[in-house]
T-cell receptor, first 116, second 110 residues
Framework: GAGVSQSPRYKVAKRGQDVALRCDPISGHVSLFWYQQALGQGPEFLTYFQNEAQLDKSGLPSDRFFAERPEGSVSTLKIQRTQQEDSAVYLC??????????????FGEGSRLTVL | GESVGLHLPTLSVQEGDNSIINCAYSNSASDYFIWYKQESGKGPQFIIDIRSNMDKRQGQRVTVLLNKTVKHLSLQIAATQPGDSAVYFCAENSNYQLIWGAGTKLIIKP
């Protein structure tokens, strides 16, 4: 597709369940980011990939959060043993630029996670 | 610490008027700022950016002003249209991490 694609768009999980959120970045984009956006707030950085390398995961809230991008394209954000505070929109963004070089970020529409 | 914030959570303007959305930042070393527009249920969309070696940058119907002295950023939208209704975020580029403000919701009155 032409843009960043995320799936599922909506996910309802019971507390304690594991979830996996998928991101298909724009083809050829080197950089991939995951952000978490709580209701009424700005996005908060979670993690950054340059190709398949996870260069920064300092924003991941706990060790229940795990992200990967094994072939430098599609990325998956996994949340284990979900908690209610994990409820948020998870945004994926990609960029042609590499770390340290500013460039336009293209965002997907997000995956809205609700943990009951 | 580093932070980017907005002065007003909601801005209501008459259709056809100009809109001005403000943003303050605290890190004087920041050298790159971006404005994003986020419509309900969608991801943020890039509007315009500006580097710290510039005071002003213009796009189509939008202008960003940067005042480094007071660490203030503004987004001006000319002739505001119904399609401009959204939440507007300023973001500060810190390395490759974007640090975002809470956003300003722009409401267009008919």
């Amino acid at each position: 597709g032409a843009g960043v694609s995320q799936s599922p768009r909506y996910k309802v999980a019971k507390r304690g369940q594991d979830v996996a959120l998928r991101c298909d970045p724009i083809s050829g984009h080197v950089s991939l980011f995951w952000y978490q956006q709580a209701l009424g707030q700005g996005p908060e950085f979670l993690t950054y990939f340059q190709n398949e390398a996870q260069l920064d995961k300092s924003g991941l809230p706990s060790d229940r959060f795990f992200a990967e991008r094994p072939e430098g394209s599609v990325s998956t954000l996994k949340i284990q043993r979900t908690q209610q505070e994990d409820s948020a929109v998870y945004l994926c963004a990609s960029s042609l630029a590499t770390a340290g070089n500013t460039g336009e970020l293209f965002f997907g529409e997000g995956s809205r996670l609700t943990v009951l | 610490g580093e932070s980017v914030g907005l002065h007003l959570p909601t801005l209501s303007v008459q259709e056809g008027d100009n809109s001005i959305i403000n943003c303050a930042y605290s890190n004087s070393a920041s050298d790159y700022f971006i404005w994003y527009k986020q419509e309900s249920g969608k991801g943020p969309q890039f509007i315009i950016d500006i580097r710290s070696n510039m005071d002003k940058r213009q796009g189509q119907r939008v202008t960003v002003l940067l005042n480094k002295t007071v660490k203030h950023l503004s987004l001006q939208i000319a002739a505001t249209q119904p399609g401009d209704s959204a939440v507007y975020f300023c973001a500060e580029n810190s390395n490759y991490q974007l640090i975002w403000g809470a956003g300003t919701k722009l409401i267009i009155k008919p």
